[in-house]
């Protein structure tokens, strides 16, 4: 059973472009969702997290927004650059539990 | 501090060896876990670990087992190997988030080690 379902699988933007990935999930204790960014033949990284408290998360270039009645929540990359040109997983867990489910990742390229 | 290390890097089995993968940490994490990452299928959960001495099931924990015998090392068996078991295995570490420790912005950060590229022949 997929309990976060992330779109799309791969994603190609031109310099400057904004890249935007998407994931929804099902369960409703869910109450923490990290980004983690993966380059090729490295372990995947923390780049930002959001509680449901607030709609919108923003660090430099990354903002997620987060929709709780859609259960749905998105990774914007603005400005994007060829050097955040990896893979982005998009996650879930119930904070206090530390088991996180991960989306199936999506390719980003990024084309000078 | 060198975060988290795993060993080895890579790995050819025929079906049916063993093997273990070691992870270790050096962040005085109480959470471990392992994790394999297959294309399309994202990364899961296959066992982890909330203190030493103690292990629970993920979401994919057939074909493994796993032992934390010391809080800093998190070890991964493969019993009787099998083509299905060739991916890349991720360890990662965290806090407890129960706790409080390391929380905030950052809650309950796992922190990934390099990978192990296991192929089963």
């Known amino acids: 059973q997929q309990q976060v379902k992330q779109s799309p699988q791969s994603l190609i933007v031109q310099k400057g472009g904004i890249s935007i990935i998407n994931c929804a999930y099902e369960n409703t204790a869910f109450d923490y969702f990290p980004w983690y960014q993966q380059f090729p033949g490295k372990g995947p990284a923390l780049l930002i997290a959001i509680r449901p408290d607030v709609s919108e998360k923003k660090e430099g270039r990354f903002t997620i927004s987060f929709n709780k009645s859609a259960k749905q929540f998105s990774l914007h990359i603005m400005d994007s650059q060829p050097g955040d040109s990896a893979t982005y997983f998009c996650a879930a867990s119930i904070w206090s539990v530390g088991k996180l489910i991960f989306g199936q990742g999506t390719e980003l390229s990024v084309k000078p | 501090n060198a975060g988290v290390t795993q060993t080895p890097k890579f790995r050819v089995l025929k079906t049916g060896q063993s093997m273990t993968l070691l992870c270790a940490q050096d962040m005085n994490h109480e959470y471990m876990y392992w994790y394999r990452q297959d294309p399309g299928m994202g990364l899961r959960l296959i066992h982890y670990?909330?203190?030493?001495?103690?292990?629970a099931k993920g979401e994919v924990p057939d074909g493994y087992n796993v032992s934390r015998l010391k809080k800093q090392n998190f070890l991964l068996g493969l019993e009787s190997a099998a083509p299905s078991q060739t991916s890349v295995y991720f360890c990662?570490?965290?806090?407890?988030?129960?706790?409080?420790?390391?929380?905030?912005?950052?809650?309950?950060?796992?922190?990934f080690g390099p990978g192990t590229r296991l192929t089963v022949l």
């Open positions: 990662a570490s965290s806090y407890d988030p129960r706790t409080g420790v390391g929380s905030g912005a950052l809650g309950d950060t796992q922190y």
């Open positions: 670990s909330v203190g030493e001495g103690t292990t």
